[in-house]
């Protein structure tokens, strides 16, 4: 039985987006069982924008969630930098980050009854949304790997969202699908300790920690009813995320 739930939500430059992504996953938050404990940390990663006012903000009278300032966690040497974002730095470090803060937040549960969740600062949760991924915890999964769906993709070509889509549609399988995406995670605390959490190295870390724990052996569940909106943008804080690949297919 899952007592405690811990959220990262790595952030740069985001002031457009993130008080909807806390809001939202605050009304997800409150929605869990009586007695649970919360934790949410949120990483500013050297924003130059007003993502750590708007950030103080929601956090002001929201006793579980605190923003921490990345600075430990400057691009590698020779690490690729992203384009038109500014950072360039392993997104695998600043969600590892979080998560060591909130698991230090909620030691004094074991790491077996504590469900860690994943999300981006450009997307928003659905309301059942921390709900849904205990159920299937309690259900005996050790991670869940739920969809994202676009948000604001008016700006897309038809063409674009057509192949989007059709990549999308290639991994759905009824209920469930073969997709990975950071915002939309969940993983127990004891499994992902055990694989030794995000690769903190190069791009895809939600398919990579996703590889780690399918080779140890860990129950993986990818429902496709437990899903997340994100943004469409072409432009993102990530190397080789989502805002990458529709970029690509939009040219």
Known sequence: MIAAVGVVVPAHNEQDGIVACLHNLQRALQRLPAGTAAAVTVVLDRCTDRTPDRVASVLADWPQAEAVVARDTLPRPGSPRVAGAGSGVDVGSLRSLGLRRVLDRLRPHPAERIWL????????????????????????????????????????????????????????????????????????????????????QGPGEDHGLWRLMAAAGYRLEHPSNLRVQTSARLRGRADGGLADLLRSLHT
């Open 117 to 200: 969740l994943s999300t981006d600062a450009d997307s928003t949760v659905p309301p059942d949304w921390a709900c849904a991924h205990l159920r299937l915890a309690a259900a005996g999964a050790h991670g869940v790997a739920g969809l994202a769906e676009l948000a604001g993709g008016a700006h897309l070509s038809p063409e674009a969202l057509r192949r989007y889509k059709a990549i999308v549609a290639r991994g759905l399988h009824g209920r469930r699908h073969e997709h990975v995406y950071a915002a939309n995670l969940g993983f127990r605390a004891d499994a992902y300790l055990a694989v030794g959490g995000f690769p903190v």
